[in-house]
């Protein structure tokens, strides 16, 4: 098991920028696969961006492209979200995820096994 701890959300302008963090620990992070989830009031939890611990490959959805970037830290073993050029759209709770493996597809909720409790990302227009 990976215990997970998300912080930095918050309440931003549109056109601001956040980076939420998600701390790591518990079984070895270094052959996990490591997500960004959200969820918005009213919709299904989606796939936000990803990341292979080990070689640090990343992936993205198309409505994050460009503005979000995926990135790890292993001297604190933790995974960052840095999220620009926000939009009142990203307003949602949203979630770190860890599973063994790159699972097939990656926005496969099913596939995580650990999740954090969610940070707050509010976008004011």
């Known amino acids: 098991q990976v215990q997970l701890v998300e912080s930095g959300g918050g309440l931003v302008q549109t056109g601001g920028s956040l980076r939420l963090s998600c701390a790591a620990s518990?079984?070895?992070?270094?052959?996990?696969?490591m997500a960004w989830f959200r969820q918005a009031p009213g919709k299904e939890r989606e796939f936000v961006a990803g990341l292979t611990w080990g070689a640090g490959f990343t992936s993205y959805a198309d409505s994050v492209k460009g503005r979000f970037a995926i990135s790890r830290d292993n001297t604190k073993n933790t995974v960052n979200l840095q999220m620009n050029s926000l939009k009142p759209e990203d307003t949602a709770v949203y979630y770190c995820?860890?599973?063994?493996?790159?699972?097939?597809?990656?926005?496969?909720?099913?596939?995580?096994?650990?999740w954090g409790q969610g940070t707050q990302v509010t976008v004011s227009s």
């Open positions: 995820a860890a599973t063994l493996g790159r699972p097939t597809p990656v926005g496969d909720l099913r596939a995580y096994d650990n």
């Open positions: 518990g079984r070895s992070v270094s052959t996990s696969y």
